[in-house]
């Protein structure tokens, strides 16, 4: 399961990759009498939960276009699992001053990273605005990930020597590594297992990911000693061993003949190159997002405050908030915007069936919604014509979205359920068999426990400590993401804050769950869809 942890949605966290932003202009406003402009493009980031911008970084000023193709990069760390806005402003530079507000203002634009990065080939361009009654042309934007994000470096090292810890045994030894932060701190990168009643330990290769490994849980275990290296020096263990002296500073303060605790031996480096999500999603393959929502009489009368799906007129209701907070994310993935969206555990007109897979827009032919925003005004249609009832059952709709997610094993296409539920599972057993089942498939399920209740019963589910299995069949891979939602509200009442928290928890698993599947089936990316060339403007 999931845990929230100390998050803060500003500190610094390893990003999934990093992104080079390639931007240009067409048809810029002439503001110069004389002469063309002198345009510079600047790039300001949105902060999450203030919503206050901070500026990133700008381009170099180019003399006398209207079509300039800036040569100068951005460069953004890119992470899945969070919306994050991006707005440019296009100005023409007329004097030295370093103030921007002070140079002519030809106009701007908003977008979030992933949809650049979820556009045909990286690349989208957009309508520059913001000067009444003027066009202010064009801006196109390319994203191209760095080559070295994809690499993943795997190593394998002992120990000789080191320094006793228990008084009747010897040491319980593992490692930890820390990187080094800009601003002189450590994060926390791996944790190697302990090896019991030894001091001379012999730990299992690892694989970890080059940029975690050089882009805490402070527990009170026994401090041995620590050392330092480089990646650069940590490579070189390609072609030969390299042993580190283990200083404890405490030791080496007190005891003048003090040596070491030991050493610790790199015994094998490797460093290949995987795909990545970034590979696949330039490749074309789509994320398709299906929601199913818990229509069960235990949520409450709708009409009434207390009931978990009361639309009240001045703020979202849990419901609400877990639909956009992950919906306005995978959006940017899937390029219809089309999102089936259903309903379970409640009773239908006209004849009041109990139905556990409805679609939210009354339409069985098609239960395709328009934007997050078409889901949720079904949503809210639907608490307006139907009873809720019960029982709390998942399995008919996993089993829908895994029959339509059967029908795209080839990589082109990869679905992520979204289910917000109040209440404890009434068929767990087939649920389970639904889970295992649909292991096999391009989806990925995130469970969203909305409300009070105790929720022990769904962890089961979330296969992160013990895979989920049916009649003895374990879940080919973990597919499930249980959060309570609660675990996520901000303290403040700050609704931004608590969608943020909430997305980042359940979806930043599914990169990695994507690659999983696409890893099994010997699946890899489409080349990256070619864009059009920029058309050459001359001045």
Known sequence: MASIGD????????????????????????????????????????????????????TEVIDNTRNPDFVRKFFLDFFFEEKQILRFDVYSVDSRSSNISKHDFLGQTFCSLGEIIGSTGGRLERILSGIPGKKCGTI?????????????????????????KDFFGKSDPFLVFYRSNEDGS????????VIKNTLNPVW??????????????????????????????????????????????????????????????????????????????????????????????????????????????????????????????????????????????????PDGKI?????????????????????????????????????????????KVANCAAQ????????????????????????????????????SIIIVGVGPAEFDAMEELDGDEVRVSFQGRLAERDIVQFVPFRDYIDRSGNQVLSMARLAKDVLAEIPDQLLSFMKSRGIHPRPAVPSCPLPELHN
């Open 408 to 443: 795209f094993t080839d990589g082109s296409q990869y679905s992520v359920l979204l289910m917000i539920t109040d209440g404890v599972i009434s068929d767990m057993v087939q649920t389970k068999e639904a889970v295992v089942n649909a292991a096999s498939l391009p989806l």
């Open 186 to 193: 450590f994060t926390i990168c791996h944790k190697t297992e």
């Open 204 to 349: 299992q290769p690892f694989t970890i990911p080059v940029r975690a490994l050089c882009n805490g849980d402070y527990d009170s275990h026994d401090f041995i000693g620590e050392f330092t290296t480089s990646y650069r020096e940590l490579s070189r263990g390609q072609n030969q061993f390299s042993v580190y002296e283990v200083l404890n500073p405490k030791k080496k303060g007190k005891k003048k003949k003090y040596v070491n605790s030991g050493t610790v031996t790199l015994l094998s480096f490797k460093v290949e190159s995987e795909h990545t999500f970034v590979d696949f999603i330039c490749g074309g393959t789509q994320l398709n997002f299906t929601v199913a929502i818990d229509f069960t009489a235990s949520n409450g009368n709708p009409s009434q405050p207390t009931s978990l799906h009361y639309m009240s007129p001045y703020q979202m209701n849990a419901y609400a908030m877990a639909l956009k907070a992950v919906g306005e994310i995978i959006q940017d993935y899937d390029s219809d915007k089309l999102f089936p969206a259903y309903g379970f555990g409640a009773k239908l007109p």
């Open 7 to 58: 998050f803060d949605p500003l500190n610094t966290r390893v990003p999934a990759t990093k992104i080079e932003l390639t931007v240009s202009c067409r048809s810029l406003l002439e503001l110069d009498t004389f002469s063309k402009s002198d345009p510079v493009v600047v790039l300001y980031l949105q902060a999450v939960g203030t919503k206050e911008w901070r500026e990133f970084g700008r």
């Open 140 to 164: 196109l934007f390319t994203a191209e990930e760095l080559s070295n994000c994809r690499d993943l470096a795997t190593m394998q090292l002992c120990a000789n020597k080191l320094d006793k």
């Open 355 to 399: 139905s556990h897979v409805f679609p939210l827009n009354g339409d069985s032919e098609n239960p395709n919604c328009e934007g997050i925003e078409g889901v949720m005004e079904a949503y809210f249609q639907s608490l307006r014509m139907v009873q809720l009832y019960g029982p709390t059952n998942f399995a008919p709709v996993i089993n």
